[in-house]
C-alpha cells in the first residue's frame, strides 16, 4: 500500500485544517469503520426480520426507534465530550432530576409549557455545574466529578419526590412521544435534525475544530489559544440541555415521572458513541459513525426483545458488542479506526511466520 | 522540629482526613445524644465498613496503575453468587461443604473476572473505563444466569457458612480480623516489595516503566487479577453479612469503593495513594453510613450528602494539592 502522509495543523483560531492531499482510494474507502457498522445494522435487521413476521414493513421498522430515542439524544453530545477525552456519567441523573422537576412544577402550577422549561432549565444548570467544576479544577478527572454529581443529582430527584411518581400530564404532552407525521415520529425527525446539526458542528464549524484539537492535546489547544474552559463548558453544557429534553421525551413516552427514571441510560449511551468509533481518549470519530452505531445497539436491543430474550442476555450481548467494537481497532498498536482490517492481517501474517 | 513539620507535611492528607472523622465523630455523637460511640454501634460500624475496606485496597491498586475498574460490583455478585449455588447444593443434599472452600471458589472466581479485565486493558489496550465497563454488564448477566432468577436465602446457605461472618475470634468479629490481615499484607506488598514498588512506577508513568524494563503489561493484569480476588472474597463476605445472594447484589457498590479510594487521596491519574489513606477514606465513608440514619436523616437525603461530601473532598483535595505544589516551588526559588 502506498505510503501516504497526512499533516493536519490547527491553527491559533482553531480554524485551519492543512491536509496533504490524497488520492481518493477504493480500498480505503471501503476500510471504514462505518461500513462495518452498516454491516452490523443489516445483520441485525436480518435477525430482526427472522425473529418477528411483522417486523418487515416501513411501519414496523420506524416504530422500533422510538425504543432507543431518548438514549439517542444524549448521544451526540455524549460525543463531543468523548472527542474532549472527557466523560459524563450523569446524564442519565441529570435526565431523572430535570424529569423530577418537570414533573413537580406541573404539579404545582398545572402549567405543561411552564413545567418542560424549568425541566429544561434544570438540565442546562446541571450539565453548567459539570462544566464549570472541570473548568475551574482541570486536574480532576471527569469521571470522577461526573461520579460524584450524578449521585447528587439522582439524590436530590429522591429528596424531591421520595418514592412517588408524578402522572397526568396533558394529553398533547403524550402526542411528544407518540405523535407522527406520516409513519414517522415526531421525536425521530428531532433526532435527525439534531444529528444533521451535531455533525456540521463537529466537521465544519470553529467549535467543531476546536474540541478536535481540545481531545488531541488540551495543553497545545490551550497555548494556541483556544479558549479552552469556556469550550468546555459549553459542551457540557450542551449534554444537560440535551439529557433534559430526552427526559422530556422519557416522561412523555412513560407518561409519568419517578426518581428512579433512566437508570443505567450512561452505560448505553457511551456504548453507543464508542461503538460509533468515537475514541474515548478524545480526538477522533465522526458523527456517522455515532448514529449509525445508535442504530446497531437500539435495533439489537428491540430485536432481543421481540425474541423474548431476557434482558440479562441483552446485557451480556451489549457488553460483548462494546468490548469487541473498541478492541478490534486496537488490535495491533492502535493505529486508528480505518486500518481496523489491516491490523488483523499483519497479525495473522506474523504469528505465520 | 524540622522532621515533625516534614512528618506532618507529607502526611497531610491522612492527618486532615482523622480530623475530619474525629469531627464528625464528635458531631454525629452529640445529635444522637450518645447512642453513636457505644461499643455496639462502633462493632457495628466496624463489621459494615470492613468489606468497602477491603475492597478498597483492590480498587487502590488498580488506580494507582492509573486505571479503574467499574466491574467490581458485579464480580462480587457473581462470586458470591457461584459460591452461593455450590453452597446451597450442598447444604440441600445434607452436606455442606466448608467454608474455606466456598471462599476458594468465589476468589477463583474473581480471579478469573480480574484476569479477563486485566488482559483486555494490558494487551488490547483498551481504556480501562471502556473495559470495565463493559465487562461489568457481562459479569453481570452471567451473574443473572446462574442466579437463574431464584435468590439464595439465608436458610439455603447453612448455619456454618454465616458463623463466617457472626463469628468472632478471641472476642474480635472474623469480618474484622480478615479486613486487617488484608490491611497488613497490602500495607507491606505496596510498600515494601518489588512488585508492589513496580505498580506505583507503571502508574506514575507506563512508558518510563516499560524503558526501565519492568514488564508492563504483567504489573498490569497483576494489578486487576488482585482487584478481581478481592472482589471475589468481598462478594462472598457481603453475601455472608447480609445473608442473600441474588442477581443484583452489589449493585453500584463500585462507585463506595470509588469514593472510599478517592476520599483516601488516592489520585485517579496514577501514580499516588497510600493504604493508610485508603483506610481511613473507607471508615470515613462507612461512618458516614452508618451515622445518617442515627441522626435521623431521611433516607432520600442520604445519597445526596453522600454524593455532595464526595465532591467536596476531591475538590479540598485539589486545593491541597495546589498548594502543596505552589509551596513546593517556592521552596526551590529560594
Known amino acids: 500500500m502506498a505510503k501516504e502522509i497526512i499533516r493536519q495543523a490547527v491553527s491559533a483560531d482553531g480554524t485551519r485544517t492543512i491536509q496533504a492531499e490524497r488520492s481518493f482510494e477504493l480500498k480505503r474507502f471501503f476500510l471504514q469503520w462505518e461500513w462495518m457498522l452498516v454491516l452490523m445494522l443489516i445483520l441485525v435487521n436480518i435477525f430482526n426480520i427472522s425473529a418477528s413476521p411483522n417486523y418487515a414493513n416501513v411501519k414496523g421498522i420506524l416504530n422500533a426507534t422510538r425504543d432507543f430515542l431518548d438514549k439517542a439524544i444524549v448521544v451526540f453530545p455524549m460525543a463531543f465530550v468523548l472527542m474532549l477525552g472527557e466523560i459524563d456519567i450523569s446524564v442519565a441523573s441529570i435526565m431523572a432530576l430535570s424529569a423530577t422537576i418537570m414533573g413537580v412544577v406541573f404539579q404545582t402550577t398545572q402549567n405543561m409549557v411552564l413545567a418542560i422549561f424549568a425541566g429544561l432549565v434544570a438540565g442546562t444548570v446541571c450539565g453548567f455545574i459539570n462544566g464549570i467544576i472541570l473548568a475551574k479544577f482541570p486536574e480532576l478527572s471527569s469521571m ?78 490551550k497555548y494556541s489559544g483556544i479558549k479552552t474552559d469556556r469550550t468546555k463548558i459549553i459542551i457540557f ?54 448514529s449509525l452505531a445508535i442504530l446497531v445497539i437500539g435495533y439489537l436491543r428491540y430485536g432481543l426483545g421481540l425474541i423474548n430474550a431476557s434482558s440479562q442476555i441483552i446485557m451480556i450481548v451489549v457488553g460483548i458488542l462494546l468490548i469487541v467494537a473498541v478492541a478490534i481497532p486496537n488490535l495491533k498498536g492502535s493505529v486508528g479506526q480505518a486500518n481496523w482490517i489491516k491490523n488483523l492481517k499483519r497479525m495473522f501474517i506474523k504469528q505465520k511466520n | 522540629m524540622d522532621k515533625v513539620k516534614r512528618f506532618f507535611s507529607s502526611n497531610i492528607r491522612e492527618i486532615s482526613l482523622i480530623i475530619v472523622i474525629v469531627v464528625i465523630a464528635m458531631f454525629v455523637e452529640l445529635r444522637s445524644g450518645g447512642r453513636f460511640l457505644t461499643s455496639m454501634n462502633i462493632n457495628d460500624m466496624l463489621m459494615e465498613t470492613s468489606v468497602l475496606a477491603i475492597m478498597a485496597v483492590g480498587m487502590m491498586m488498580v488506580i494507582i496503575t492509573g486505571g479503574i475498574d467499574l466491574s467490581i460490583g458485579a464480580t462480587m455478585a457473581l462470586s458470591a453468587m457461584v459460591g452461593g449455588t455450590f453452597l446451597k447444593s450442598s447444604v440441600l443434599s445434607g452436606n455442606p461443604l466448608p467454608n474455606l472452600l466456598i471462599v476458594v471458589i ?116 497483576l494489578a486487576y487479577t488482585i482487584m478481581g480476588a478481592i472482589a471475589g472474597l468481598g462478594g462472598i463476605l457481603y453475601v455472608c453479612k447480609y445473608g442473600v445472594a441474588q442477581g443484583e447484589t452489589c449493585t453500584g457498590y463500585e462507585m463506595n469503593v470509588i469514593a472510599a479510594c478517592v476520599l483516601g487521596g488516592v489520585s485517579i491519574t496514577g501514580g499516588t495513594g497510600k493504604v493508610p489513606g485508603v483506610l481511613l477514606g473507607a471508615i470515613l465513608l462507612g461512618m458516614l453510613n452508618n451515622a445518617m440514619p442515627l441522626i435521623q436523616v431521611s433516607s432520600f437525603w442520604q445519597e445526596a450528602i453522600r454524593g455532595g461530601i464526595i465532591l467536596f473532598s476531591i475538590i479540598a483535595n485539589a486545593l491541597i494539592q495546589r498548594n502543596v505544589e505552589i509551596k513546593a516551588l517556592r521552596r526551590r526559588n529560594i
Open chain 1, 144 to 221: 470522577i466529578v461526573t461520579l460524584s454529581t450524578q449521585i447528587i443529582f439522582r439524590g436530590i430527584a429522591q429528596i424531591i419526590l421520595e418514592t412517588q411518581s408524578i402522572s397526568g400530564f396533558p394529553s398533547w404532552f403524550q402526542q411528544v412521544a407518540a405523535g407522527k407525521v406520516g409513519y414517522i415520529p415526531y421525536a425521530l425527525i428531532f433526532v435527525v435534525v439534531e444529528a444533521l446539526f451535531f455533525a456540521y458542528l463537529l466537521h465544519y464549524t470553529k467549535f467543531g475544530r476546536r474540541t478536535i484539537a481540545m481531545g488531541n492535546s488540551v495543553t497545545v489547544a
Open chain 1, 237 to 290: 453544557t450542551m449534554v444537560g440541555l440535551l439529557s433534559a429534553v430526552a427526559a422530556v421525551y422519557l416522561a412523555s413516552k412513560m407518561s409519568s415521572v419517578r426518581s428512579d427514571v433512566a437508570k443505567g441510560y450512561e452505560l448505553d449511551i457511551i456504548a453507543m458513541a464508542v461503538l460509533g468509533g468515537i475514541s474515548t481518549s478524545g480526538g477522533k470519530g465522526r458523527i456517522l459513525g455515532a
Open chain 2, 106 to 221: 468465589a476468589i477463583a472466581v474473581g480471579i478469573v473476572c480480574g484476569l479477563i479485565n486485566g488482559a483486555l486493558v494490558s494487551k488490547l489496550k483498551i481504556l480501562p473505563i471502556i473495559a470495565t465497563l463493559g465487562m461489568m454488564n457481562i459479569y453481570r448477566g452471567a451473574t443473572y444466569l446462574v442466579a437463574n432468577g431464584s435468590w439464595i436465602k439465608q436458610a439455603e446457605m447453612g448455619p456454618g457458612f454465616l458463623t463466617l461472618a457472626t463469628g468472632k475470634f478471641m472476642g474480635i468479629n472474623n469480618l474484622l480480623i480478615i479486613a486487617v490481615v488484608v490491611y497488613i499484607i497490602a500495607y507491606f506488598f505496596a510498600g515494601y516489595t518489588k512488585t508492589g514498588r513496580k505498580i506505583y512506577a507503571v502508574g506514575n508513568s507506563e512508558e518510563s516503566a516499560r524503558v526501565s524494563g519492568i514488564k508492563t503489561d504483567r504489573v498490569l493484569v
